[in-house]
């Protein structure tokens, strides 16, 4: 049965450096672990069955690198790379850690805060693409306000809008095969982040120059601390056409971004989201945005990583078997019913439906039995179903 769940890279999951070589630090306390080297990162990802890697630029080369050794620390990492078979899916900027980003980045008032933004992120651009990385993530950690007085929200949409278009450009200049994947948050660190929530990039993605160059980056800590159903927005965003990477975590509603182990929260809703992904054919990475908990040893750091796989495998196959449940599938037959699409519009079908006398009591005294549903649900969650027919 172990072996059911045990990754393979075919799986696609991913981590960012940052995740597992998360040091404990936080705002109240030091770093309680040593760094992890990124080559080790890749060997032990690599070991335990991951399929990639993802990296801010500074996560790879300090910001005050050499050029020699910068060279020096992008070999290394490549040949790691290339021993292992491991990937770079995915990579992005770190616009928040430094002060020069303390009032924004690509919507700071300072247009040479934005400029160095925009250059620090092509050059950024230039590493993951030589790294192999085919999406390109933004998360506005410093593009926010504590003092509304300060910042016209309009003026940092737009400002947002010039940055995003012309690094557009810059790909299509460099033949750049890149996508751009937005990726919201409320708040933290910011007091107010800007784009708050996915649909808010969705929308935002219609006012850009290259539209088709840019989709987003759900992370699930996000939405559920803007007090969202990230099922819902991960549909959203497939629907759309739109999902170009995604940020699998955990997080307790009402909590600041705790970034947890994938499923060891909300294994309902993640449940739903792991049937979409892979019921809807998403082949992107599964990209884990998590860390282990400030109290954990390296060793913890691993088990971290290997519970985030192991539980998304269980929840998978938790999804097969919801789909092999007779009387799951049943009562879903019953409660969709035919399911059929209404005709589109024309005159006739309109005269039609205005003539029409509906039976509004009828409609109302339908039976729903979602309780018999849901029940039904947490019990396969909770592992007393096995998908086939069973008694009691
Ligand atoms: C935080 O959720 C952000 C940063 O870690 C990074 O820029 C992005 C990529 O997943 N997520
Ligand atoms: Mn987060
Ligand atoms: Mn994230």
Redesign the pocket.
């Known amino acids: 049965m172990f072996a059911m769940f045990t990754p393979t890279p075919a799986d696609k999951f991913t981590f ?1 450096l ?1 995740t597992v070589g998360h040091r404990g630090r936080d705002p109240f306390g030091e770093a309680t672990r040593e760094a992890i080297n990124p080559v080790t990162i890749v060997r032990r990802l690599a070991e335990l069955g991951a399929y990639g890697v ?1 990296f ?1 630029d500074n996560d790879l080369v300090p910001i005050d690198a050499s050029v020699i050794e910068r060279d020096h620390i992008v070999g290394e990492f490549r040949r790691a790379l290339t021993e292992t078979g491991m990937r770079v899916p995915m990579a ?1 900027t770190n616009l928040f850690s430094d002060p020069a980003f303390k009032d924004g980045a690509f919507t700071s008032h300072d247009p040479r805060v934005r400029g160095y933004a925009l250059q620090k992120t092509m050059q950024a651009m230039d590493l993951g693409v030589e790294l192999g990385a085919e999406t390109y ?1 933004f ?1 506005g950690g410093r593009e926010g306000a504590e003092v509304d007085a300060a910042k016209d929200p309009m003026d940092a949409i737009k400002r947002f809008r010039d940055a995003i278009n012309f690094l557009c450009e810059y790909a299509r200049d460099q033949k750049y095969a890149l996508r751009f994947a937005l ?1 919201a ?1 409320p708040n933290e660190p910011r007091g107010d982040i800007y784009f708050a929530s996915t649909p808010a990039y969705l929308a935002f993605i219609q006012t850009l120059d290259h539209p088709e160059m840019v989709g987003v ?1 759900p ?1 699930f800590a ?1 939405e559920q601390m803007a007090g969202l159903n990230f099922y819902h927005v991960v549909a959203q965003a497939l629907e759309s056409g739109k999902l170009f990477h995604i ?1 699998l975590n955990d997080q307790k509603p009402g909590r600041f971004d705790q970034d947890l182990r994938f499923g060891s929260e909300s294994l309902k809703t993640l449940f739903f989201v792991v049937k979409l992904l892979e019921e809807s054919g998403y082949s992107g990475p599964r ?1 884990f ?1 998590a860390h282990a908990y400030r109290s954990e040893n390296t060793d913890g750091v691993w088990d971290f990583a290997r519970g985030c796989m192991r539980t998304y495998l269980i929840l998978k196959d938790k999804a097969r078997q919801f789909a092999e449940d007779d009387e799951i599938q049943s009562l879903l037959a019953e409660i969709r019913g035919a399911d059929e699409r209404l005709p589109a519009y024309d005159r006739g079908v309109a005269t039609h439906l205005k003539g029409f006398v509906f039976d509004r009591a009828a409609l109302a005294s339908r039976p729903l039995p979602y309780e018999r549903l849901d029940q039904l649900v947490i019990e396969l969650l909770m592992g007393v179903r096995t998908g086939k027919r069973v008694s009691g």
């Open positions: 960012g940052w993802n801010h992005t993530v998360w990726e948050k980056n992370e996000h940020d990209h945005d």
